[in-house]
C-alpha cells in the first residue's frame, strides 16, 4: 500500500499529454491552445466610419457654429463592405454609413443626427475634431500582436476574438477519450424499474459528470457483469483511459485487477492508504491508462476527484493540473480518528480571517449524499484522534473542477 502522494505522482509519471489537434474555433471552448496566437491582420482592416454620417475634412468646418452653419455639397455615398474608398472630389461630403471606408483626404465623420441636410447640401452647425467618429486601421488589434500564449485554455469569451482576426481554427492539445465502465450484477440503469437485489448505477455518471470538461469523447457502459468475458471486452477498449467502478476489493466477484492483468494491462498500484478509496487500481497499456476505482458511491468521487480529473487535465495540456491543497483549522471537536489519509468531503468557512473546516456530517463511504452542500474536500493526516497537531488542508471543489 502507497501514500497519497506517491500514488498521485506515480500517476503523473504515467499520464503524459497528448498530441496537438486543428479545432473550428467554435469546437475550442475548454481546450488547450498547444500555439501562441498572433495577428495576421490588423483590426480594423482599414480607415472606417464608426457613426453613420458625413465625412469631411475637419479644416472645412473650422469657422463654422449654429450661427453661421457651414454647407458643403454632399459627394458619393459609402456602404459597408464597398469595395473602394470613394474619391471625393475637393470639398464634398461623403455620406458614409459605418463600417464604410473613410475617403482619403477626409479626417472627420459627423453623424446624421448633428447635421442638417437634403439631397445635394449638408449643413453643419459647429466645427469637428480631427478624428472623430474614425475607427484607425490596427486600434483594436495591430497586424504582429500576440493575443493569447500557447498554454492558455479558451473560454467561451475567446472565440469572438480568434475569429475576428480571421482564424477559422486553432492548434489545440488532443483531450483524452474516456470509456465509463460500471462493474457489479446489481447495476440497473436509472430510468428502468430495480429488480431484487439490484440499485441505480449512480457511478458511471459521478465518473462521467466529474470528467466532461476535460476528455474529448466520453462513453460510459453500465452493468458490465461481473464475468471474465464481459470485463475482458470492455478493458481491451482502445481508449486513452479506462475508468472502472467497483470490482477491484477483496470479495469473490472482484475480478477487475486480474482480468486487467490478463488483457496486457501493467499494474502500477494497487490500495493506497486513504479513506475512502483505499482499494483503487492504476495500471498502463502502452499509452492508455485504467483507473480501477472502488464501488462504493463516494469512494468513487473522492477518488475520481483525487486522481482522474488531474490525470486528465495533464494529458489535455492544462498547465495547473495538481490540486493545492491549502491548510485549514479545524472547528473544535471536528477532527475524527483514522487509521488512514481521511479525503472527506466538508465545509469551510472564513472566520477571523482564517480558513476553518468540518467533515459533512455522514461518514459512510456509500452515502453519496454525504457532498451535500460540501464546499470541498478536506484532508487531513492519520490520527488516534488523541494527539495534538493533526495536519488538516482544503481544496475547494472549484479548484477540483474547473478547468
Ligand atoms: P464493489 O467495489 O464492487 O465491491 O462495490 C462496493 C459497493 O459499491 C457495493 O455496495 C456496490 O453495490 C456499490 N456499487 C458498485 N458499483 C456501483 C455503481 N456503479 N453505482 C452505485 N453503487 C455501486
Ligand atoms: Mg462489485
Not at 492539445?173 to 460500471?182: E, F
Request: proline share 6%.
Amino acid at each position: 500500500m502507497i501514500e497519497l502522494e506517491q500514488a498521485n505522482e506515480l500517476i503523473f509519471e504515467n499520464a503524459n499529454r497528448l498530441g496537438t489537434e486543428e479545432r473550428l474555433i467554435e469546437n475550442a471552448v475548454g481546450w488547450v491552445l498547444a500555439q501562441d496566437i498572433v495577428s495576421p491582420i490588423s483590426v480594423a482592416p482599414f480607415r472606417n466610419s464608426a457613426m453613420d454620417g458625413f465625412a469631411v475634412k475637419s479644416g472645412w468646418l473650422t469657422e463654422c457654429s449654429s450661427d453661421n452653419p457651414t454647407a458643403i455639397p454632399i459627394g458619393p455615398t459609402s456602404f459597408a463592405g464597398d469595395p473602394d474608398s470613394h474619391r471625393v472630389t475637393d470639398r464634398q461630403a461623403q455620406k458614409i454609413m459605418t463600417g464604410a471606408q473613410v475617403a482619403d483626404g477626409l479626417d472627420a465623420v459627423v453623424p446624421f443626427e448633428d447635421t442638417d441636410y437634403d439631397e445635394n447640401e449638408v449643413r453643419f452647425s459647429g466645427p469637428a475634431l480631427v478624428g472623430q467618429h474614425i475607427r484607425l486601421p490596427g486600434e483594436d488589434i495591430a497586424c504582429g500582436q500576440k493575443l493569447y500564449a500557447g498554454g492558455t485554455t479558451l473560454g467561451r469569451l475567446d472565440i469572438g476574438i480568434l475569429a475576428t482576426i480571421g482564424l477559422r481554427s486553432v492548434m489545440t492539445y488532443r483531450k483524452p477519450s474516456v470509456l465509463i465502465v460500471g462493474t457489479g450484477d446489481e447495476l440497473t440503469n436509472p430510468g428502468e424499474a430495480l429488480t431484487g437485489g439490484g440499485i441505480y448505477d449512480s457511478n458511471t455518471f459521478t465518473i462521467l459528470s466529474l470528467v466532461a470538461p476535460f476528455c474529448d469523447v466520453a462513453e460510459r457502459v453500465t452493468r458490465v457483469p461481473d464475468r471474465e468475458d464481459e470485463l475482458q471486452t470492455a478493458l481491451g477498449a482502445s481508449h486513452d483511459v479506462i475508468v472502472t467502478s467497483g470490482g477491484v476489493s477483496a470479495g469473490e466477484r472482484d475480478l477487475v485487477v486480474e482480468i486487467a492483468e490478463s488483457c496486457g494491462w501493467q499494474r502500477v498500484f494497487h490500495k493506497v492508504r486513504i479513506k475512502p478509496g483505499k482499494p483503487i487500481y492504476f495500471a498502463v497499456r502502452g499509452r492508455q491508462l485504467l483507473f480501477g476505482l472502488p464501488g462504493n458511491p463516494l469512494s468513487t468521487a473522492v477518488t475520481c476527484s483525487l486522481f482522474i480529473i488531474p490525470a486528465l487535465k495533464k494529458m489535455a495540456g492544462f498547465s495547473d493540473y495538481r490540486l493545492c491543497p491549502k491548510p485549514i483549522t479545524m472547528a473544535p471537536d471536528a477532527i475524527r480518528r483514522s487509521g488512514r489519509k481521511l479525503i472527506w468531503p466538508g465545509f469551510i468557512r472564513e472566520e477571523d480571517g482564517r480558513s476553518v473546516g468540518s467533515f459533512a456530517h455522514k461518514k459512510s463511504s456509500a452515502a453519496l449524499t454525504a457532498l451535500l452542500g460540501t464546499d470541498g474536500l478536506i484532508i487531513q493526516d492519520a490520527t488516534d484522534g488523541k494527539s495534538p497537531n493533526v495536519v488538516v488542508q482544503a481544496v475547494p471543489w472549484c479548484q477540483i473542477l474547473n478547468p
